[in-house]
């Protein structure tokens, strides 16, 4: 009896190391993985499959392997350069709009839904998270509170130039950042960038006090 049970622990054993890994394909790149995703989505007004096609960066930064690398700074660096190259500047020179604007825009966070119509006008999404006026207590933690931005920072044209930069296209600073490309996918308008900014680091902002 004794002689069984050993024998079946054994083979318990060893059973997970001749198992065949379950393969579930080459990752987001993969044909099989790609067309159970796009089955499971249909098109719907302004919300098109094409949505689910990845750019250089989103392809990379889904790939697990990618994340944890030491070696592949090159390649995120290439990624950042590419992506602040898409970078749109202030047309007319001018960083700062209406910050009370700009806590519309950040409190926002409608638009781009299947009803939702093209050119209606988006929210940026920002306290979802961010903390950024204290009169708002309800925001959320994956991004560093924006608290004091401008007070700590001062509107020098580094700051300027930076903080336009990261809110038009997170991923030119950081390849695999979590912050949505505002200005770069066309979720908010040079005037809301402008607004956002004024929000940042206007000395009047309630950001600032
Ligand atoms: C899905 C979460 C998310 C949303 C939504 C988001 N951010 Fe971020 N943000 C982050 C993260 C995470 C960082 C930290 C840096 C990084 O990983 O890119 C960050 C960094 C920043 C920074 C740089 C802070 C610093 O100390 O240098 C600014 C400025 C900023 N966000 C502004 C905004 C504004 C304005 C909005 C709304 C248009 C916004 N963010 C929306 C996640 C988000």
Not at 115 to 144: F, M, R
Request: proline share 4%.
């Amino acid at each position: 009896m004794k002689k069984i049970a050993y024998a079946l622990a054994l083979v318990a054993l060893s059973a997970p190391a001749v198992a065949a890994e379950p393969n579930w394909g080459a990752g987001a790149d993969d044909a099989a993985f790609q067309a159970m995703l796009k089955s499971g989505f249909r098109e719907k007004g302004i919300a098109k499959l094409s949505r689910l096609d990845q750019d250089a960066a989103q392809a990379f930064c889904s790939d697990p392997k990618n994340a944890s690398a030491k070696d592949n700074a090159g390649q995120r660096e290439k990624i950042e350069a590419e992506n602040m190259a898409t970078i749109k500047w202030p047309s007319d020179g001018k960083w700062l709009g209406d910050w009370k604007e700009g806590e519309k825009v950040a409190q926002s966070g409608r638009g781009l839904t299947s009803t939702d119509k093209a050119g209606d006008v988006n929210g940026g999404n920002c306290y979802n998270c961010h903390q950024l006026s204290p009169k708002e207590i309800s925001y959320g933690t994956i991004g560093p509170s924006l608290l004091h931005y401008g007070k700590l920072r001062g509107a020098n044209d580094e700051t300027l130039r930076y903080t336009w930069g990261r809110i038009y296209n997170a991923k030119a600073y950081n390849a695999c950042s979590n912050m949505p490309r505002a200005g770069h996918m066309g979720i908010v308008t040079e005037q809301q960038m402008k607004d956002l900014m004024a929000l940042l680091l206007d000395p009047q902002s309630p950001v600032n006090q």
